[in-house]
């Protein structure tokens, strides 16, 4: 067999791979497997990596800016989510929108939005370790795409998935840490702070309002750092 032939044989064996990535978690996605979100998202919203595939209405993919130089990743999408194919379109997500402008950071310009999972699980619930890793792949060709300075990841789930880091987020939020070679913080998610409106000095709406502040400066000290 000549050296062309067998080229062209694992050119052709390549494709095929690639094609098969929604239908089985077994099948790996390399780094540089898609050329842009929109190639991304046609794998997504025929997913069946997991079973969550079976019960979506819509694979939720992100928002925002395709070029932010901060992605904002949550756990999971929600009813609202599954619906309109958005994430962070609830109630949590227009309490993230307002946390945002508080601090002038600009959901179309400065901000990818996005989740772990890109599918809903039954009743909301926590997706379990086999539907995170079937689903982490795409997160990561995501952050390549994207390629943002700053992640912020809204709760434990968000931790662990992306870092693999299993502390409490009470314990962690507001702390800066690398990953990758990006600078990420964990915060509350924004269905806690839904859960306890309290304004109080400690309070997690209190501390949010610190972290916040926190990712606005530190987004400053980049920019100004390029120019």
């Known amino acids: 067999m000549s050296n062309e032939h067998q080229l062209s044989l694992f050119e052709e064996s390549n494709f095929d ?3 098969l990535i929604p239908t089985d978690a ?3 996605i390399p780094s540089g497997t898609y050329a842009n979100i929109t190639d991304l998202a046609q794998h997504c919203n025929n997913c069946h990596r997991c079973g969550l595939g079976d019960t ?3 694979a939720v993919v992100g928002r925002g800016n395709l070029k932010a130089p901060i992605m904002i990743v949550g756990e999971a999408p929600g009813q609202n989510e599954d619906e309109t194919g958005l994430p962070f379109v609830g109630k949590a997500g227009q309490l993230l929108d307002k946390i945002l402008a508080s601090v002038n950071l600009d959901t179309q310009e400065d ?3 996005c989740n ?3 599918c809903r699980p039954p009743d909301n619930r926590v997706p379990t370790t086999e ?3 079937a689903c982490k792949p795409y997160l990561l060709e995501q952050i390549r795409l994207v390629d943002p300075k700053i992640i912020l990841l809204t709760g434990a789930t968000a931790v662990k998935g992306l870092t693999g880091d299993k502390r409490g987020i009470t314990k962690i939020r507001g702390e800066w840490m690398e990953w990758d070679g990006r600078l990420c913080m964990p915060i509350f998610h924004p269905s806690y702070l839904l859960r306890n409106p309290s ?3 400690g309070s997690p709406k209190w501390l949010m309002w610190q972290d ?3 990712v606005r400066a530190k987004f400053d000290e980049i920019r100004n750092t390029k120019v």
């Open 17 to 19: 791979q690639k094609e």
């Open 26 to 28: 077994k099948i790996p």
């Open 56 to 58: 979506r209405i819509h």
């Open 111 to 113: 901000v990818y939005i």
């Open 116 to 118: 772990i999972n890109k």
């Open 131 to 133: 539907e995170i890793a």
């Open 199 to 201: 304004r109080e000095v």
């Open 212 to 214: 916040i502040q926190a």
